[in-house]
Nanobody, 126 residues
């Protein structure tokens, strides 16, 4: 069992930055692929980024590639999403996800991912 808790959301102006954190319970954090998803107002849940269990491989949706950076600290059981140059269209509830799957599969597995956090709101104003 893995319990995920996100933090770090808030209100920021366009062009600004935020860092989200996802703290995980349990002693097997380093075996899980970690990911971030988001759901904007009136939109479906969408993949944002994923990172392999060892932290050496990454996958991003095209619209955030080059602006967002996913990382993890296995010693602290925490995953991060650094978001730079935020745009109004990045406004969403951001969810942390974890599963024992290959990191490139996470974006295809929204409906079957085993563990989810409760979400944190990110609002980008113009």
């Amino acid at each position: 069992q893995v319990h995920l808790v996100e933090s770090g959301g808030g209100l920021v102006q366009a062009g600004g930055s935020l860092t989200l954190a996802c703290a995980a319970s349990g002693r097997t954090f380093s075996t899980y692929t970690m990911g971030w998803f988001r759901q904007g107002p009136g939109k479906e849940l969408e993949f944002v980024a994923a990172i392999s269990p060892d932290g050496g491989s990454f996958d991003y949706r095209d619209s955030v590639n080059g602006r967002f950076t996913i990382s993890r600290d296995n010693a602290k059981n925490t995953a991060y999403l650094r978001m730079n140059n935020l745009k109004v269209e990045d406004t969403a509830v951001y969810y942390c996800a974890a599963d024992i799957i290959f990191f490139t599969i996470m974006k295809l597995s929204t409906s079957s991912i085993k563990y989810w956090g409760q979400g944190t709101q990110v609002t980008v104003s113009s």
